[in-house]
């Protein structure tokens, strides 16, 4: 049942659809001239993405299906090209389109794919995800990691539109919803407060997936990125903000294998920028608690085991805010006032680390 759906307007490109039931409207978003369809989903959500299909091919489309690996594993140039393949072996020609149905990996792959092939075909994006609905599914940055680090071959390429049905969340394990949780809140220490008080008010009604203030969370969090990417789409200044907590939250997935999830080791980023703004003169020590205290609270780790900055250090160097060997970190001067810290110097990088794995 589609119901009070709420529409979310990013600038004039195209609506973020938020509510319940709302994976219905996806062929409102084709245009007219599209014949084929290649919903790309992940392995196990196939029942999740069925009634997308089924809806697609009752408006009389032609519709093929890919499943891609589940998690980071599907962000590669393997998969990539597998879907491509589809695409050619079905003949998608520039007025076909693709449907992303799952997380940010999903949204991200699919997304990649269709801003390359023939250098562009439409892509609707059906997150799955918390993550996806608050983030990954907005904004058009598209991509796919590299042996040498994250998201380091993409493109922008902005979805037909985007629609958050948060009846899937009900079946979304609890770790992935927390880790989802970590861009919510990320939006809250970069530009919206009110998140923050959500979460600190009745932490129960802000984390649950049925909780009574998940949809303004939801809502909350999509606004403020909106609002971001219509302004500066192509990361050329202001974008940068949405990056709080990624520079080393990156490093650490990298360094991992890809094995741990995107929002946990936002997390950690957040918690380790949080100190070096403090270290660097910008930031309260109450306002580094803060970032602590509700991080752990919805069951994000804080901390990071010792030992590891010097390959750490060396993924950073591949961060895409890096301008030669300068990096440039965002931080927060005050709770929702962000800001850059260009070329620390590697004492106080080194010093911020050591708090955070103490
Ligand atoms: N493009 C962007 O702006 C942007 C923003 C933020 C994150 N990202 C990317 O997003 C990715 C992380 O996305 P994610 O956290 O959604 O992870 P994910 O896509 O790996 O999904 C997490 C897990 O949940 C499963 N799943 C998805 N929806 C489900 C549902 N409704 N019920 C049950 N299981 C479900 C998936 O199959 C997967 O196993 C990272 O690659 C990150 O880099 C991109
Ligand atoms: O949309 C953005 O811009 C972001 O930075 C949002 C991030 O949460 C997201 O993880 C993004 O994919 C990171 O982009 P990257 O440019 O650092 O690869
Ligand atoms: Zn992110």
């Keep these: 049942m589609t119901s009070s759906a709420t529409v979310i307007p990013v600038g004039t490109s195209y609506d973020v659809v938020v509510g319940h039931g709302v994976s219905d409207r996806v062929t409102d978003l084709l245009s007219g001239d599209v014949r084929q369809v290649l919903v790309v989903r992940p392995q196990s959500l196939a029942r999740l993405a069925a009634p997308v299909v089924h809806r697609l091919r009752e408006a009389g489309l032609t519709v093929h299906e890919a499943a891609v690996p589940d998690n980071e594993v599907a962000k590669t140039a393997q998969v990539a090209a597998g879907l491509w393949a589809t695409l050619g072996q079905h003949a998608f020609t520039r007025s076909d389109a693709v449907v992303a149905v799952g997380g940010g990996t999903v949204t991200d792959l699919a997304g990649f794919v269709a801003a390359t092939w023939l250098r562009g075909v439409a892509v609707v994006h059906v997150p799955t995800t918390l993550l996806a609905m608050v983030d990954a599914a907005v904004g058009g940055k598209t991509g796919i990691n590299t042996a040498e680090g994250k998201n380091l071959v993409g493109s922008f390429h902005e979805p037909a539109g985007v629609l958050c049905d948060l009846d899937a969340l009900a079946t979304l394990p609890r770790p992935d919803l927390v ?21 600190e008010g009745d932490l129960d009604a802000a984390t649950r997936a049925d909780g009574p203030a998940m949809r303004e969370l939801v809502e909350r ?46 997390a950690i980023g957040m918690t380790f920028a949080a100190h070096l703004a403090h270290r660097a003169g910008h930031l309260t020590a109450d306002a580094v608690e803060r970032h602590r205290a509700i991080l752990t609270s919805v069951g994000l780790p804080t901390t990071y085991e010792a030992g590891h900055w010097d390959t750490l250090a060396t993924a950073m160097q591949r961060d895409k805010k890096t301008r030669g060997s300068v990096l440039r970190f965002i931080v927060l001067e005050d709770i929702g006032v962000p800001t850059r810290l260009v070329g620390p110097d590697e004492a106080l990088l080194r010093a911020a680390y050591d708090d955070l794995c103490r």
Aim: charge should be negative.
């Design 179 to 199: 880790a989802g949780l970590a861009e919510v809140v990320k939006a809250g220490f970069i530009a919206d407060p009110r998140i923050l008080e959500l979460v």
């Design 221 to 266: 969090a999509i606004a403020m990125k909106a609002e971001v990417v219509a302004a500066d789409l192509k990361e050329s200044w202001l974008r940068e903000i949405l990056n709080y907590g990624h520079t080393l939250g990156h490093a650490v997935e990298q360094v991992e294998g890809y094995h741990r999830r995107h929002g946990e080791a936002v």
